[in-house]
């Protein structure tokens, strides 16, 4: 029975993403072309609380195990406007020498059409071998951390989530030019 219930879950869960790929609306990003790192500011997720106001570039759009999954990267300006509200404030996540560069975000929508929560943290290798690991803080319907992504060139992003009883990890690479 409780396979059963998780299956009809999963199928649930991949129709409503579906429907989501379908939408035409100004929201929706299946169809974008990926390598362009698109801005999209001020743009909410799809089915998304109203509360989760997505900013930056999104840089990976992807599901993993019936997760809808977005990476967005936020400049120094972005980022400074998003993190002022926390002025003060001690968070994982959150740069405290003022090297960072940039903020990378995450946001997670389960099967069941609501944004997940948990414990996330990235690990990024830079062009220069440089490695960066750090947990993220929850904030505006995602999760985020300051990164340092200075140089040119190729980067390696780690991703290791822990939804619940689940673990989530991902991996790709992001090129700054």
Not at 52 to 68: A, D, L, P, Q
Request: a positive charge; aromatic letters at 6%; charged letters at 25%.
């Amino acid at each position: 029975m409780k396979t059963n219930l998780i299956a009809a879950l999963f199928l649930s869960g991949m129709l409503v993403l579906s429907g989501y790929a379908n939408a035409q609306d100004k929201n929706d990003h299946s169809q974008h072309d990926q390598s362009k790192q698109e801005d999209h500011s001020g743009h909410t997720m799809p089915g998304a609380d109203a509360n989760v106001k997505i900013m930056g570039k999104m840089i990976r759009h992807t599901s993993i195990e019936g997760f809808m999954v977005m990476y967005h990267l936020l400049d120094k300006k972005e980022r400074d406007d998003m993190m002022a509200s926390m002025k003060g404030m001690e968070m994982p996540g959150m740069d405290k020498t003022g090297n960072a560069t940039n903020h990378l975000m995450i946001y997670i929508k389960g099967a069941d059409g609501k944004m997940a929560s948990g414990k996330i943290g990235f690990h990024i290798v830079g062009p220069d071998g440089k490695e960066q690991k750090t947990m993220t803080m929850g904030m505006y319907g995602g999760y985020g951390a300051d990164v340092k992504c200075a140089a040119k060139g190729d980067y390696k992003i780690k991703t290791k989530a822990m939804i619940g009883n689940k673990m989530l990890q991902d991996e790709f690479s992001y090129e700054v030019k």
